[in-house]
Nanobody, 116 residues
Framework: QAQLVESGGGLVQPGGSLRLSCAAS????????MSWYRQAPGKERELVAT????????NSADSVKGRFTISRDNVRKTVALQMNSLKPEDTAVYYC?????????WGQGTQVTVSS
């Protein structure tokens, strides 16, 4: 069955960098739009960045624009989120999402904590 597995989270100091990765299996990865979401304690889940199935177009939230970059590898069936200049307000559980038409898959999430 379809599965998304995130990795790469952890504790980092403000101004630092992390690279999240999401490995997909069980579905035709290249057809799906891939996104990263995050959810901080007491807040709603929010969209961080999206990349279309061909990998040519990507968008990110204003709060992370210029700091975070989403990319995908349709051969390895992975999507990554490079996070630079991290801030304490970036602390959240980060989730990978795959979407095609009405079909949506979620990963289990990976914790990112930005703190000194």
């Amino acid at each position: 069955q379809a599965q998304l597995v995130e990795s790469g989270g952890g504790l980092v100091q403000p101004g630092g960098s992390l690279r999240l990765s999401c490995a997909a299996s069980g579905f035709i990865f290249s057809l799906y739009v891939m996104s990263w979401y995050r959810q901080a304690p007491g807040k709603e889940r929010e969209l961080v960045a999206t990349i279309v199935n061909a990998g040519g177009s990507a968008n990110s939230a204003d709060s992370v624009k210029g700091r975070f970059t989403i990319s995908r590898d349709n051969v390895r069936k992975t999507v990554a989120l490079q996070m630079n200049s991290l801030k304490p307000e970036d602390t959240a559980v980060y989730y990978c999402q795959a979407k095609f038409a009405q079909t949506v898959y979620w990963g289990q999430g990976t914790q990112v904590t930005v703190s000194s």
